[in-house]
């Protein structure tokens, strides 16, 4: 799924870590800087509301790039993605009320205690693919579903978990603006992390087993080995925005983590672009937006006279799950490589402009 | 130890194991021919019921001539769906055909629920009286019904597909597409059947659950259930599908039996068939009939 190159003219590699940088052009690079700190700026002048939303890009954002780690990068199919990020949600939340772990250390441990999780119900991923395996990992939402309901020592049971907010040498990040630098710090990290993981031998290795996994194993790379580490590093990332979740609502209960949660990553990552990182983050915004439009078109209905319909009004909860089903269908059909690559296309588009195709 | 109880659910697994059975047969039927995961197939059973519903209920027919119109309306529903949906999706990776189908399913699943509202509905009286005594045991019904039109479905299946034309096209596509495409037979209205096929028999089932318990959304659970039932039989054995439907009955009636009267976790009979699937995907992951996937290099 490699776009089409945009280097300028001249821009010539000579050796393999050139060829290998995370941004392609220098310019790239200023960008991506640039947008690092208008969104550190974006405080300043966005109101509540939109912070909400990038919060809330920030912290699904980080789940659904593990989900693309996996699903993306290695070819392997996850259901269970949803119940991942509930686990990290509840173990963080458990682990600072429990042990008074600080929040700020209970994240991560959250990430790592998932991981684990993640790596024992991937261990069937070590004799089965694809289908099986998508069958499995449904096999694993119900059972960890079912586990939050049970475990009241760890869930709080039907009442829910109540998690502090972070703090931090005394700092309380506890208003949406706090929050949001929190939230962007992770995501970035992530990010990097991302990025750098696939410029690793292990990251060549996940695209390895995608591409031929039969050719992968007779290359040297142990299928079982990456496979796994495949799993434990997304369900790490689920149990990273899990956690920042719990942390930012300031409570989790066990009803949000369901299939319909699992399904909404995976439609996160077909819209944006399997195997794409910059794909992952547009799939999210357009996730995160979808619901927030739909509700706005139906209000601007409301107010004209002949929109009142009831049945629109009050359906309005089917009506995003209905659209949420047709996108994955649009896109599947006639978009199946995501946004990122129409996106490669636009900027094709102007790059080559009379002479593009 | 509590015999009676006992074998009255046993005597439930099996009923509902049947039925499980006849899911998991659509759902193989479906796969072996177009090698499409159906995450849609409780949808099918949902929409089959909701439309026998809305046809005794709103339009006051008989309720043979109801069930006869949801029938054919099921199969050009599965048709057109094909047709439309799935036609594209042929050759795409088998992440996108689950992807597609999981989308039609909480679509069709949310468009059900828009219409025809959440509480659950329960049929006109079919029958006129509930239960009867066999052997001392109180059956119900519409379970009586159900086990009677699981076997005729069965039957029906074998005979259609051991003697009709159409059937043995449909055995050839799944044996070799290529070559039965180039023997004549047309592997799009194969497809095309096979997704008929199982909305019909689907809808049925879901009819047929609609009477014992009511209409509701929660119908839509037994596409997810018919999983554990299909991967013990093999995904790609009609007779697996049965076998593996009737176990996963049975054994969910039992973990019930276990829990209510010894362990008290609760949510066994839910539960209990996801761990026996975890247990026969890492142990067995090709089932008890199915082929084993051999690659060559």
Request: hydrophobic share 55%; charged share 10%.
């Amino acid at each position: 799924m490699s776009s089409l190159s945009m280097r300028p003219c001249g821009d010539f590699r000579t050796s393999y870590q050139q060829d290998n940088t995370i941004f392609e052009t220098s310019q790239i690079r200023l960008m991506a800087i640039a947008a690092v700190l208008v969104l550190c700026a974006a405080p300043l002048f966005l109101d509540g509301y939109f912070l909400t939303l990038c919060i809330q890009v920030s912290y699904l954002g980080i789940a659904a790039l593990g989900l693309n780690i996996l699903v993306g990068y290695t070819g392997q199919i996850s259901l269970g993605h949803g119940a991942f990020f509930g686990f990290g949600a509840f173990a963080s939340a458990w682990l600072n009320s429990s042990f008074q772990i600080p929040v700020f250390l209970s994240i991560p441990l959250a990430g790592f205690m998932t991981m684990g999780v993640g790596m024992m119900f991937g261990l069937p991923a070590a004799r089965i693919k694809g289908l099986y395996l998508a069958i499995a990992t449904l096999a694993s939402q119900f059972i960890i579903e079912d586990f939050f309901a049970r475990a009241d020592w760890f869930s709080g049971g039907p009442s829910g978990a109540a998690a502090e907010p972070i703090t931090l040498l005394g700092y309380v990040f506890d208003t949406d603006q706090s929050f949001y630098y929190v939230a962007l710090f992770a995501l970035v990290t992530m990010l990097v992390w991302a990025c750098n993981l696939m410029r690793s031998r292990d990251g060549r290795a996940f695209v390895a087993i995608r591409d031929h996994y039969l050719s992968a194993e007779i290359m040297g790379i142990k299928l079982n080995k990456y496979r796994l580490l495949s799993f434990g590093i997304s369900s790490f990332y689920a149990g990273i925005g899990g956690a920042l979740y719990a942390h930012y609502l300031g409570y989790v209960s066990a009803e949000g983590f369901t299939i319909f949660m699992s399904i909404q990553f995976l439609a996160m990552i077909i819209i944006g672009g399997l195997g794409s990182i910059k794909g992952t983050l547009m799939g999210v915004v357009f996730m995160v937006l979808l619901p927030e439009v739909l509700e706005t078109g139906v209000g601007v209905l409301k107010m004209t006279d002949w929109g009142n319909i009831p049945l629109v009004v009050d359906g309005l909860a089917y009506i995003k799950e209905m659209a949420i089903g047709l996108v994955i269908i649009g896109f599947l059909i006639f978009e199946p490589q995501g946004l990122a690559h129409r996106w490669g296309q636009i900027k094709n588009y102007w790059k080559f402009y009379p002479f593009s195709y | 130890m509590n015999f009676e109880l006992l074998t009255q659910l046993i005597v439930n697994g099996l009923i509902v194991g049947l039925l499980y059975g006849v899911i998991g047969m659509c759902f193989v039927l479906v796969y072996k021919s177009t090698k499409v995961v159906n995450f849609a197939q409780g949808e099918f059973l949902l929409i089959g019921a909701w439309v026998c519903w809305a046809a005794l209920v709103y339009l006051e027919l008989p309720f043979l001539l109801g069930f006869i119109l949801t029938l054919c309306f099921m199969a050009a529903f599965g048709v057109l769906l094909q047709m439309i949906v799935l036609r594209p999706m042929i050759g795409e990776p088998i992440i996108s055909v689950i992807m597609i189908t999981i989308g039609l399913s909480i679509f069709f699943q949310a468009l059900m629920k828009w219409i025809f509202g959440v509480s659950p509905q329960s049929y006109p009286q079919v029958f006129d009286n509930q239960s009867v005594n066999i052997l001392g045991l109180n059956v119900e019904m519409a379970y009586l019904m159900s086990t009677v039109i699981a076997l005729v479905i069965m039957l029906a299946f074998y005979l259609f597909f051991k003697y009709s034309k159409h059937g043995l096209a449909m055995r050839a596509t799944a044996f070799d597409q290529q070559v039965a495409q180039s023997l004549g037979i047309s592997v799009k209205n194969v497809f095309a059947m096979s997704w008929g096929i199982a909305a019909t028999v689907s809808a049925t089932a879901g009819v047929v659950l609609g009477m014992v318990n009511g209409v509701s959304d929660s119908l839509s659970i037994m596409g997810i259930k018919v999983f554990p039932a299909v991967i013990l039989g093999g995904l790609d054995s009609i007779i697996g599908a049965i076998v593996g439907g009737v176990i996963i009955g049975v054994l969910e009636n039992l973990a019930e039996f276990v829990d209510s009267q010894y362990l008290h976790i609760g949510n066994m009979y839910d539960i209990a068939p996801f761990y026996v699937l975890l247990v026969i995907l890492w142990f067995k992951p090709y089932g008890l009939f199915g082929t084993k996937d051999i690659e060559r290099i």
